[in-house]
């Protein structure tokens, strides 16, 4: 099977979903620069126009704007310490005197990262718990790394870790952390300015005149309130749809990376039969950063981070 061709069939739909949230952040904005300030003989629709091609200054857009780019860039440079909050993690380092396990797992990581032609090696920590699951974050030399449970480790061989690391290293080349920590910074101001403006300008009185424009911003207003409703399910689904598109992503790159389609799935399914009979659920901050970066969890619906063990076996396997 191609799978590489995987990998650009969901790029594809990484692009298109990027798009959707960047066009709803777009139409968010003009609305409620049409609900504060319409021009009393436009319709609904010339109004937003008007704010879009700045014959009217888009102060609202504009601010929306402003406040997604300093969320990102603090999520840019300091998101992926998130990461490691609440665990008890261990960084592994060739400059210290290292047992045959750390040994052997840093010898994998700069295998990958060769053949993955990184130009760096990620950092690499050992978690301290039970529970058979690794995540990756960053995407450069300055923050990426690879963290993997002691629970992991016990578990696999040395082939089904190699698989594991090699998921984890798809991410990195991926920017799959970045993206998702971006995404979601765009879903809660998508959210945020929905609710503020959805649920407080409908009840405000417009003064501005008698013409189109109370109509107009009447319409705007009423449009926020049903998307203040509607907007949470719909930027979740496209969330938890992106999740998964990378983890199918981030398997095919596995496979691309060892030549082994078997031992990936050989780990997967080790790794679900332990979470099936325990549950690892800590309820920390951190954790709620590492689960859709996890290797594992449960699927599979809209409203899952990870596609089913099924469907991945089935697409490593080349029938899916």
Do not use: C
Request: glycine share 6%; proline share 2%.
């Amino acid at each position: 099977m191609d799978f590489r061709n995987i990998l650009r069939k969901n790029a594809l739909r990484t692009r298109l979903v990027i798009a959707t949230y960047l066009l709803l952040m777009l139409i968010i904005g003009l609305l409620v620069d049409t609900a504060i300030g319409a021009n009393p003989y436009l319709d609904l629709t010339d109004n937003m126009l008007a704010f879009l091609t700045f014959k009217k200054t888009p102060i609202a857009s504009l601010i929306i704007l402003a406040i997604s780019i300093i969320l990102l860039l603090f999520i840019h440079f300091k998101g992926h310490k998130m990461m490691l909050t609440g665990m008890n993690a261990r960084l592994i380092s060739p400059s210290e005197t290292l047992n045959a396990q750390e040994r052997q797992l840093l010898n994998i990581v700069e295998e990958l990262s060769l053949s993955a032609t990184l130009g760096y090696i990620p950092k690499l920590y050992i978690l301290d718990t039970p529970e058979a699951n690794a995540f990756a974050a960053g995407w450069s030399e300055k923050n990426a790394f690879i963290g993997i449970t002691q629970g992991l480790l016990d578990k696999l061989n040395r082939q089904e870790i190699q698989a594991v690391l090699a998921h984890e290293t798809g991410h990195i080349i991926h920017g799959d952390s970045r993206l998702t920590l971006y995404v979601g910074i765009l879903a809660n101001v998508i959210l945020t300015v929905t609710n503020i403006f959805g649920s407080r300008l409908y009840l405000a009185s417009n003064n501005r005149g008698n013409g189109k424009g109370n109509d107009a911003a009447s319409k705007a207003r009423l449009i926020l309130i049903v998307l203040n409703f509607v907007l949470p399910i719909i930027t979740q689904v496209l969330y938890f749809y992106l999740s998964r598109t990378r983890e199918y992503m981030a398997d095919a790159a596995a496979v691309d990376l060892t030549q082994d389609n078997q031992a990936m799935i050989s780990a997967l399914t080790k790794i679900s039969a332990q979470h099936e009979t325990q549950d690892f659920e800590d309820g920390t901050t951190g954790r709620e950063y590492r689960r859709a970066a996890s290797i594992f969890n449960k699927g599979d619906s809209f409203f899952s981070t990870h596609p089913s063990i099924e469907n991945r076996i089935a697409a490593l396997k080349g029938e899916k």
